[in-house]
Nanobody, 115 residues
């Protein structure tokens, strides 16, 4: 199983980025997918989740600014991030999970919001 994130980088406050996570080795369409993040010195936290049926939920801190989506034909999950703030700076991790299997994680992609 591989989850490969891309799209991170340096962006100014108020800017936008779109993260992508390409999955292989799993039947993507039956997995719930999620984005987590971990800032220096802090615990990893859930940012957004999308079920196999495309139901979504978000952390309060990103609601209205971030959008998670999936393309089952491309085995890819996305995180559109708008109105970025300095506190969004973190390593962002892709996660794939089902209730009957272990979770899978990507290697992470750095997002830095700074002027």
């Amino acid at each position: 199983v591989q989850l490969v994130e891309s799209g991170g980088g340096l962006v100014q406050p108020g800017g936008s980025l779109t993260l992508s996570c390409a999955a292989s080795g799993i039947i993507f369409r039956i997995y719930g997918m999620a984005w987590y993040r971990q800032a220096p010195g802090k615990q990893r936290e859930l940012v957004a989740r999308i079920t196999s049926g495309s139901l979504t939920n978000y952390a309060d801190s990103v609601t209205g600014r971030f959008t998670i989506s999936r393309d089952n034909a491309k085995n890819t999950v996305y995180l559109q991030m708008n109105s970025l703030k300095s506190e969004d700076t973190a390593v962002y991790y892709c996660n794939a999970q089902r209730v009957d299997t272990r979770p899978y994680w990507g290697q992470g992609t750095q997002v830095t919001v700074s002027s």
